[in-house]
T-cell receptor, first 119, second 114 residues
Framework: EPEVTQTPSHQVTQMGQEVILRCVPI?????FYWYRQILGQKVEFLVS????????KSEIFDDQFSVERPDGSNFTLKIRSTKLEDSAMYFC?????????????????FGPGTRLTVL | AQSVTQLDSHVSVSEGTPVLLRCNYS??????LFWYVQHPNKGLQLLLK??????LVKGINGFEAEFKKSETSFHLTKPSAHMSDAAEYFC????????????FGSGTRLQVQP
């Protein structure tokens, strides 16, 4: 069964450093998402991406964040200058366009997550 | 804006006894609702989804959930718990804006005692 993969599983970085989190969505999916979960808190939406551009982003997704689909398979989240409060589990998800863009039945499939620790 | 509230942060049951994980939603439209499960060091796996068809939804691993509009609830149940059901469970609602983002509940940790 196809699945979303993410690398690395755990990333430790110093405050102020740039990090890139990588995701390989399911191959025929066209919508991509990043979510994050700070320890002990809810899973929160960060950004959605379709047709090589951001569809929508949350208030969390400020100028230090960016997303990119550099090739046909990878989907990346870059944090330019990490802060202590960026420490969290970051989940990538993807979904197909089966049934059309507005059809609410589409399921998002999640990767295992990358645990980011900022020291 | 839509939201979901999971009424219990922790639920502990004995193996072989029923499971009930409670979720209430708030939405101005007919929502699409999901339950996801997260086992330790694993990703979020879809258990089941409600999309305005049958109000009783059957999922994987013997779980089911009933959509009750009058109570704005979408509780998750299983007749008989198994040790492998121990995990974190999330009730989730799908947004109807262009981003189609998911809004998660705070999660319920299910413990299964032998």
């Amino acid at each position: 069964e196809p699945e979303v993969t993410q690398t690395p599983s755990h990333q430790v970085t110093q405050m102020g450093q740039e990090v890139i989190l990588r995701c390989v969505p399911i191959s025929n999916h066209l919508y991509f998402y990043w979510y994050r979960q700070i320890l002990g808190q809810k899973v929160e939406f960060l950004v959605s991406f379709y047709n090589n551009e951001i569809s929508e982003k949350s208030e969390i997704f400020d100028d230090q964040f960016s997303v990119e689909r550099p090739d046909g398979s990878n989907f990346t989240l870059k944090i330019r200058s990490t802060k202590l409060e960026d420490s969290a589990m970051y989940f990538c998800a993807s979904r197909s366009l089966a049934g059309g863009i507005r059809l609410s039945t589409d399921t998002q499939y999640f990767g295992p997550g990358t645990r980011l620790t900022v020291l | 804006a839509q939201s979901v509230t999971q009424l219990d942060s922790h639920v502990s049951v004995s193996e072989g006894t029923p499971v009930l994980l409670r979720c209430n939603y708030s939405s101005s439209y007919s929502p699409s609702l999901f339950w996801y499960v997260q086992h330790p060091n694993k990703g979020l796996q879809l258990l089941l989804k409600y999309t305005s068809a049958a109000t009783l939804v059957k999922g994987i691993n013997g779980f089911e959930a009933e959509f009750k509009k009058s109570e704005t609830s979408f509780h998750l149940t299983k007749p008989s718990a198994h040790m492998s059901d121990a995990a974190e469970y999330f009730c989730v609602v799908l947004g109807d804006t262009g981003r189609r983002a998911l809004t998660f509940g705070s999660g319920t940790r299910l413990q299964v005692q032998p």
